[in-house]
Protein backbone atom coordinates (compact mmCIF):
# COMPACT_ATOMS: atom_id res chain seq x y z
CA UNK A 1 0.00 0.00 0.00
CA UNK A 2 1.23 3.88 -0.86
CA UNK A 3 1.79 5.73 1.86
CA UNK A 4 0.45 9.19 1.41
CA UNK A 5 2.18 12.09 3.24
CA UNK A 6 3.71 15.46 4.25
CA UNK A 7 7.18 14.54 4.67
CA UNK A 8 8.55 18.34 4.89
CA UNK A 9 11.51 20.40 6.24
CA UNK A 10 11.78 24.34 6.72
CA UNK A 11 15.05 25.67 4.43
CA UNK A 12 16.12 28.80 6.57
CA UNK A 13 18.88 31.83 5.72
CA UNK A 14 19.00 32.38 9.18
CA UNK A 15 21.71 29.89 11.57
CA UNK A 16 22.05 27.85 8.21
CA UNK A 17 24.19 28.44 5.20
CA UNK A 18 22.31 25.93 3.04
CA UNK A 19 20.96 28.18 0.64
CA UNK A 20 24.16 30.26 0.23
CA UNK A 21 25.50 28.27 -2.81
CA UNK A 22 24.37 26.13 -5.53
CA UNK A 23 26.43 22.92 -4.10
CA UNK A 24 24.96 23.47 -0.87
CA UNK A 25 21.16 23.41 -2.29
CA UNK A 26 22.73 20.38 -4.42
CA UNK A 27 24.14 18.74 -1.31
CA UNK A 28 20.97 19.23 1.15
CA UNK A 29 18.53 17.84 -1.84
CA UNK A 30 20.31 14.85 -1.95
CA UNK A 31 20.43 14.36 1.96
CA UNK A 32 16.72 15.17 2.32
CA UNK A 33 15.59 12.77 -0.47
CA UNK A 34 17.66 10.12 1.08
CA UNK A 35 16.39 10.57 4.50
CA UNK A 36 12.92 10.32 3.40
CA UNK A 37 11.29 13.81 2.96
CA UNK A 38 9.14 14.46 -0.49
CA UNK A 39 8.77 18.43 0.18
CA UNK A 40 11.12 21.47 1.16
CA UNK A 41 9.85 24.69 2.37
CA UNK A 42 12.74 27.26 1.25
CA UNK A 43 12.54 30.67 2.83
CA UNK A 44 12.26 33.02 -0.48
CA UNK A 45 11.14 36.34 2.12
CA UNK A 46 12.59 37.61 5.02
CA UNK A 47 14.51 40.45 6.59
CA UNK A 48 12.95 43.11 3.51
CA UNK A 49 14.68 40.95 0.55
CA UNK A 50 13.25 38.01 -1.44
CA UNK A 51 15.66 35.00 -2.26
CA UNK A 52 14.72 34.91 -6.11
CA UNK A 53 15.05 38.33 -8.50
CA UNK A 54 12.10 40.26 -7.82
CA UNK A 55 10.73 42.94 -10.16
CA UNK A 56 8.11 43.53 -7.26
CA UNK A 57 10.72 44.73 -5.19
CA UNK A 58 12.87 46.31 -7.87
CA UNK A 59 10.01 48.73 -8.71
CA UNK A 60 9.18 49.78 -5.37
CA UNK A 61 12.48 49.57 -3.08
CA UNK A 62 15.37 49.57 -5.91
CA UNK A 63 16.49 46.26 -4.34
CA UNK A 64 16.13 43.02 -6.78
CA UNK A 65 17.35 40.40 -4.55
CA UNK A 66 18.65 39.43 -0.83
CA UNK A 67 22.73 41.15 -1.35
CA UNK A 68 23.91 37.98 -0.66
CA UNK A 69 22.44 36.62 -3.84
CA UNK A 70 23.75 38.76 -6.56
CA UNK A 71 24.34 36.96 -9.37
CA UNK A 72 22.41 33.77 -8.69
CA UNK A 73 18.90 32.18 -8.36
CA UNK A 74 18.59 30.40 -5.09
CA UNK A 75 15.10 29.62 -5.73
CA UNK A 76 15.61 28.54 -9.14
CA UNK A 77 18.66 26.42 -7.51
CA UNK A 78 16.18 24.94 -5.11
CA UNK A 79 13.72 24.13 -7.61
CA UNK A 80 16.03 22.45 -10.05
CA UNK A 81 18.07 20.25 -7.63
CA UNK A 82 14.44 19.09 -6.09
CA UNK A 83 13.02 17.79 -9.17
CA UNK A 84 15.85 16.31 -10.01
CA UNK A 85 15.64 13.96 -6.70
CA UNK A 86 11.89 13.88 -6.62
CA UNK A 87 10.91 16.42 -3.91
CA UNK A 88 8.31 18.73 -3.99
CA UNK A 89 9.15 22.80 -3.34
CA UNK A 90 6.45 25.14 -1.85
CA UNK A 91 8.13 28.37 -1.56
CA UNK A 92 7.87 30.35 2.32
CA UNK A 93 7.42 34.19 2.55
CA UNK A 94 8.90 33.96 6.42
CA UNK A 95 8.61 37.48 6.81
CA UNK A 96 4.74 38.31 5.56
CA UNK A 97 3.89 41.70 6.41
CA UNK A 98 6.64 42.09 9.23
CA UNK A 99 8.98 45.29 7.95
CA UNK A 100 12.48 44.69 10.06
CA UNK A 101 13.37 42.87 13.22
CA UNK A 102 14.82 45.91 15.86
CA UNK A 103 15.33 47.88 12.73
CA UNK A 104 12.62 50.65 13.69
CA UNK A 105 11.26 49.41 9.48
CA UNK A 106 14.28 49.28 7.43
CA UNK A 107 14.17 49.71 4.12
CA UNK A 108 10.82 49.49 3.52
CA UNK A 109 9.20 51.84 5.96
CA UNK A 110 12.33 54.42 5.45
CA UNK A 111 10.90 54.29 1.58
CA UNK A 112 7.67 54.15 2.09
CA UNK A 113 6.75 55.63 5.15
CA UNK A 114 2.87 55.28 4.87
CA UNK A 115 2.80 51.67 4.70
CA UNK A 116 3.66 51.39 8.61
CA UNK A 117 1.44 49.68 11.09
CA UNK A 118 0.24 51.90 14.34
CA UNK A 119 -0.87 51.38 17.74
CA UNK A 120 -3.20 52.87 19.59
CA UNK A 121 -0.81 55.06 20.92
CA UNK A 122 0.23 56.11 17.18
CA UNK A 123 3.86 54.85 17.35
CA UNK A 124 4.96 51.93 14.87
CA UNK A 125 3.85 48.74 15.28
CA UNK A 126 6.81 46.40 17.18
CA UNK A 127 5.93 43.20 18.68
CA UNK A 128 8.87 40.77 19.84
CA UNK A 129 11.11 42.72 18.07
CA UNK A 130 9.60 43.05 14.55
CA UNK A 131 8.16 46.13 13.16
CA UNK A 132 4.94 45.62 11.11
CA UNK A 133 4.03 46.96 7.72
CA UNK A 134 0.37 47.76 7.94
CA UNK A 135 -1.44 44.50 6.77
CA UNK A 136 -4.90 46.06 6.57
CA UNK A 137 -3.97 49.03 3.71
CA UNK A 138 -4.65 47.28 0.32
CA UNK A 139 -1.62 48.81 -1.04
CA UNK A 140 0.89 46.48 1.30
CA UNK A 141 -1.56 43.39 0.71
CA UNK A 142 -0.86 44.34 -3.22
CA UNK A 143 2.20 44.73 -2.64
CA UNK A 144 2.72 40.68 -0.88
CA UNK A 145 -0.05 39.38 -3.31
CA UNK A 146 2.49 40.76 -5.66
CA UNK A 147 5.49 38.85 -4.38
CA UNK A 148 3.69 35.85 -4.04
CA UNK A 149 2.28 35.69 -7.81
CA UNK A 150 5.68 36.36 -9.58
CA UNK A 151 7.22 33.54 -7.64
CA UNK A 152 4.04 31.42 -8.76
CA UNK A 153 4.60 32.52 -12.30
CA UNK A 154 7.77 32.80 -12.86
CA UNK A 155 8.74 29.23 -11.46
CA UNK A 156 7.98 25.32 -11.14
CA UNK A 157 7.30 25.29 -7.86
CA UNK A 158 3.99 23.28 -6.20
CA UNK A 159 2.81 25.87 -4.19
CA UNK A 160 3.12 28.64 -1.93
CA UNK A 161 3.39 29.38 1.87
CA UNK A 162 2.64 32.20 4.71
CA UNK A 163 3.16 31.54 8.03
CA UNK A 164 2.62 33.62 11.39
CA UNK A 165 3.07 36.34 9.77
CA UNK A 166 0.72 36.11 6.83
CA UNK A 167 -1.52 36.68 6.76
CA UNK A 168 -0.88 37.99 10.27
CA UNK A 169 -1.41 41.88 12.04
CA UNK A 170 -0.81 42.02 15.74
CA UNK A 171 -3.75 42.77 17.35
CA UNK A 172 -2.36 46.02 18.91
CA UNK A 173 -2.51 47.46 15.78
CA UNK A 174 -5.00 49.38 13.06
CA UNK A 175 -4.56 52.43 14.53
CA UNK A 176 -3.56 53.61 11.72
CA UNK A 177 -5.46 56.84 9.70
CA UNK A 178 -6.36 54.90 6.78
CA UNK A 179 -7.80 51.85 9.00
CA UNK A 180 -9.57 54.44 11.90
CA UNK A 181 -11.22 56.20 8.66
CA UNK A 182 -12.92 52.93 7.12
CA UNK A 183 -13.77 52.02 10.69
CA UNK A 184 -15.82 55.32 11.24
CA UNK A 185 -16.85 55.04 7.91
CA UNK A 186 -18.42 51.31 8.70
CA UNK A 187 -19.78 51.66 12.06
CA UNK A 188 -19.68 55.78 12.49
CA UNK A 189 -17.63 55.53 16.11
CA UNK A 190 -13.84 55.18 16.92
CA UNK A 191 -12.86 52.00 17.47
CA UNK A 192 -12.08 50.80 20.92
CA UNK A 193 -8.83 51.59 22.64
CA UNK A 194 -8.68 47.90 24.16
CA UNK A 195 -7.38 46.05 21.04
CA UNK A 196 -8.83 43.07 22.36
CA UNK A 197 -12.09 44.26 22.17
CA UNK A 198 -13.94 41.21 20.43
CA UNK A 199 -15.77 43.06 18.30
CA UNK A 200 -12.47 45.16 16.77
CA UNK A 201 -10.67 41.42 16.73
CA UNK A 202 -12.95 40.32 14.79
CA UNK A 203 -13.00 42.94 12.37
CA UNK A 204 -9.50 43.07 11.54
CA UNK A 205 -8.99 39.45 11.26
CA UNK A 206 -11.83 39.32 8.62
CA UNK A 207 -9.76 41.95 6.67
CA UNK A 208 -7.04 39.06 6.63
CA UNK A 209 -8.81 36.47 5.95
CA UNK A 210 -10.84 38.28 3.03
CA UNK A 211 -7.44 39.21 1.72
CA UNK A 212 -5.97 35.44 1.77
CA UNK A 213 -9.32 34.01 0.28
CA UNK A 214 -8.41 36.90 -2.81
CA UNK A 215 -4.25 35.48 -2.39
CA UNK A 216 -6.04 31.84 -3.08
CA UNK A 217 -7.90 32.78 -6.13
CA UNK A 218 -5.25 34.24 -7.63
CA UNK A 219 -2.76 31.64 -7.10
CA UNK A 220 -5.10 29.15 -8.30
CA UNK A 221 -6.02 31.44 -11.32
CA UNK A 222 -2.25 30.60 -11.89
CA UNK A 223 -2.18 26.82 -12.28
CA UNK A 224 -5.48 25.24 -9.95
CA UNK A 225 -3.12 22.41 -8.99
CA UNK A 226 -0.52 24.56 -6.73
CA UNK A 227 -0.83 24.52 -3.21
CA UNK A 228 -2.02 27.27 -0.76
CA UNK A 229 -0.37 26.14 2.38
CA UNK A 230 -0.25 28.34 6.22
CA UNK A 231 2.26 27.73 9.27
CA UNK A 232 0.04 29.92 11.79
CA UNK A 233 0.49 30.25 15.01
CA UNK A 234 -2.35 27.60 17.55
CA UNK A 235 -5.71 28.71 17.77
CA UNK A 236 -6.83 30.82 19.54
CA UNK A 237 -3.49 32.41 20.83
CA UNK A 238 -3.00 33.18 16.92
CA UNK A 239 -6.03 35.01 17.04
CA UNK A 240 -6.38 37.05 20.18
CA UNK A 241 -2.29 38.10 19.30
CA UNK A 242 -2.00 37.94 15.61
CA UNK A 243 -5.58 38.30 13.98
CA UNK A 244 -5.10 34.80 12.34
CA UNK A 245 -8.56 32.97 12.02
CA UNK A 246 -7.65 29.08 10.93
CA UNK A 247 -11.22 27.84 11.62
CA UNK A 248 -12.54 30.27 9.13
CA UNK A 249 -9.63 29.76 6.48
CA UNK A 250 -10.72 26.09 6.61
CA UNK A 251 -14.46 26.76 6.75
CA UNK A 252 -13.96 29.01 3.85
CA UNK A 253 -11.59 26.42 1.84
CA UNK A 254 -8.36 28.88 1.41
CA UNK A 255 -6.04 26.74 2.78
CA UNK A 256 -4.78 23.34 1.24
CA UNK A 257 -2.35 22.64 4.04
CA UNK A 258 -2.08 23.76 7.67
CA UNK A 259 0.99 23.42 9.40
CA UNK A 260 0.05 25.14 12.92
CA UNK A 261 3.63 25.43 15.01
CA UNK A 262 3.28 23.16 17.99
CA UNK A 263 6.77 24.33 18.79
CA UNK A 264 7.14 23.20 22.12
CA UNK A 265 10.54 21.07 23.55
CA UNK A 266 8.48 17.91 25.40
CA UNK A 267 6.09 15.35 23.89
CA UNK A 268 3.52 15.56 26.42
CA UNK A 269 3.28 19.27 25.45
CA UNK A 270 3.01 18.57 22.01
CA UNK A 271 0.36 15.86 22.25
CA UNK A 272 -1.94 18.00 24.39
CA UNK A 273 -2.02 20.51 21.19
CA UNK A 274 -2.42 18.07 18.67
CA UNK A 275 -5.35 16.23 20.39
CA UNK A 276 -6.71 19.60 20.82
CA UNK A 277 -6.64 20.48 17.59
CA UNK A 278 -7.79 17.01 16.44
CA UNK A 279 -11.03 16.71 18.78
CA UNK A 280 -11.90 20.57 18.03
CA UNK A 281 -10.63 22.31 15.42
CA UNK A 282 -10.13 19.68 12.16
CA UNK A 283 -12.99 17.96 11.39
CA UNK A 284 -12.82 14.82 8.91
CA UNK A 285 -12.96 16.55 6.48
CA UNK A 286 -9.89 18.88 7.24
CA UNK A 287 -7.97 16.46 8.82
CA UNK A 288 -6.51 15.76 5.87
CA UNK A 289 -5.06 19.11 5.50
CA UNK A 290 -3.43 18.95 9.02
CA UNK A 291 0.73 18.76 8.79
CA UNK A 292 1.90 20.46 12.83
CA UNK A 293 5.17 22.41 12.60
CA UNK A 294 7.33 20.52 15.08
CA UNK A 295 10.01 22.29 16.43
CA UNK A 296 14.01 20.17 15.70
CA UNK A 297 15.96 22.90 16.18
CA UNK A 298 16.23 26.18 18.05
CA UNK A 299 19.37 27.77 19.30
CA UNK A 300 21.06 25.50 21.36
CA UNK A 301 17.67 23.13 21.98
CA UNK A 302 17.57 19.92 19.68
CA UNK A 303 14.85 17.34 19.57
CA UNK A 304 15.50 13.74 21.25
CA UNK A 305 15.37 10.74 19.11
CA UNK A 306 12.50 9.68 21.40
CA UNK A 307 10.77 12.68 20.75
CA UNK A 308 11.08 12.99 17.17
CA UNK A 309 9.63 9.20 17.01
CA UNK A 310 6.72 9.75 19.46
CA UNK A 311 5.66 12.91 17.72
CA UNK A 312 5.49 11.45 14.22
CA UNK A 313 4.19 8.18 15.90
CA UNK A 314 1.44 9.95 17.58
CA UNK A 315 0.27 12.25 14.52
CA UNK A 316 -0.55 9.23 12.94
CA UNK A 317 -2.26 7.64 15.63
CA UNK A 318 -4.96 10.00 15.50
CA UNK A 319 -4.72 10.53 11.46
CA UNK A 320 -2.51 13.38 11.15
CA UNK A 321 -0.75 12.30 7.82
CA UNK A 322 2.54 14.39 7.82
CA UNK A 323 4.63 17.20 9.77
CA UNK A 324 7.16 20.25 8.72
CA UNK A 325 10.15 20.26 10.70
CA UNK A 326 11.51 23.61 11.69
CA UNK A 327 14.82 23.47 10.06
CA UNK A 328 17.11 21.55 8.57
CA UNK A 329 20.20 21.95 10.27
CA UNK A 330 18.21 19.80 13.06
CA UNK A 331 19.35 16.88 10.62
CA UNK A 332 22.99 17.59 10.71
CA UNK A 333 23.22 17.77 14.43
CA UNK A 334 25.15 15.14 16.12
CA UNK A 335 26.48 13.45 12.76
CA UNK A 336 23.22 13.75 11.75
CA UNK A 337 21.56 11.50 14.23
CA UNK A 338 18.21 12.71 13.45
CA UNK A 339 18.50 12.21 10.06
CA UNK A 340 19.38 8.54 10.93
CA UNK A 341 16.55 8.05 12.80
CA UNK A 342 14.08 9.06 10.20
CA UNK A 343 15.98 7.12 7.68
CA UNK A 344 15.62 3.73 9.70
CA UNK A 345 12.45 4.50 11.13
CA UNK A 346 9.12 6.75 10.45
CA UNK A 347 10.65 7.53 7.25
CA UNK A 348 12.36 4.19 6.32
CA UNK A 349 9.21 3.66 3.44
CA UNK A 350 8.86 6.21 0.90
CA UNK A 351 5.84 7.96 1.13
CA UNK A 352 4.24 10.02 -1.86
CA UNK A 353 3.28 13.88 -1.26
CA UNK A 354 -0.07 14.17 -1.24
CA UNK A 355 -2.03 15.93 -3.97
CA UNK A 356 -5.03 18.57 -3.63
CA UNK A 357 -7.82 15.42 -3.83
CA UNK A 358 -5.64 13.40 -1.20
CA UNK A 359 -5.98 17.01 1.05
CA UNK A 360 -9.80 16.76 0.42
CA UNK A 361 -10.52 14.03 2.18
CA UNK A 362 -9.77 12.36 5.92
CA UNK A 363 -6.67 10.42 6.01
CA UNK A 364 -7.30 8.01 8.64
CA UNK A 365 -7.46 5.31 7.05
CA UNK A 366 -3.69 5.23 6.34
CA UNK A 367 -2.45 4.43 9.28
CA UNK A 368 1.28 2.57 9.96
CA UNK A 369 0.65 -0.59 11.69
CA UNK A 370 2.44 -1.73 15.76
CA UNK A 371 4.51 -3.64 14.09
CA UNK A 372 6.03 -0.38 12.22
CA UNK A 373 6.46 1.45 15.65
CA UNK A 374 8.10 -1.90 17.25
CA UNK A 375 10.56 -1.75 14.57
CA UNK A 376 11.50 2.03 15.26
CA UNK A 377 11.55 1.31 19.22
CA UNK A 378 14.32 -1.44 18.54
CA UNK A 379 16.25 0.73 16.51
CA UNK A 380 16.25 3.39 19.12
CA UNK A 381 17.62 1.27 21.83
CA UNK A 382 20.33 0.28 19.43
CA UNK A 383 20.96 3.96 18.33
Not at 112 to 122: L, M, S, T
Not at 210 to 231: E, S
Not at 263 to 285: E, G, M
Amino acid sequence: MTIIETRGIWLTTTASQVLRSKEGIAQAMDFLAETGFNVVFPVVWNQAVTLYPSQTMLQNFGVEIDPMSVGRDPLEEVVVEARRVGLKVIPWFEYGFASSYNLNGGILLEKKPEWAGRDRNGNLLNKNGFEWLNALDLQVQEFLLNLVLEVVKNYDVDGIQGDDRLPAFPSEGGYDELTLTRYRQEFHRDPPSNFKDAQWLQWRADILTDFWAHLYQQVKAVNPNLLVAIAPNIHDWAFVEYLQDSPTWLNRGIVDIISPQIYRRDFSSYQAIADTLVTQQFADTNLSKLAPGILMKLGNYCISPEYLVQAIEYNRQVGIQGEVFFFYEGLRENNHALAKVLRNGPYAQSASFPTLSDLSQSNKSNRKSPAIWQRVVRFLRNF
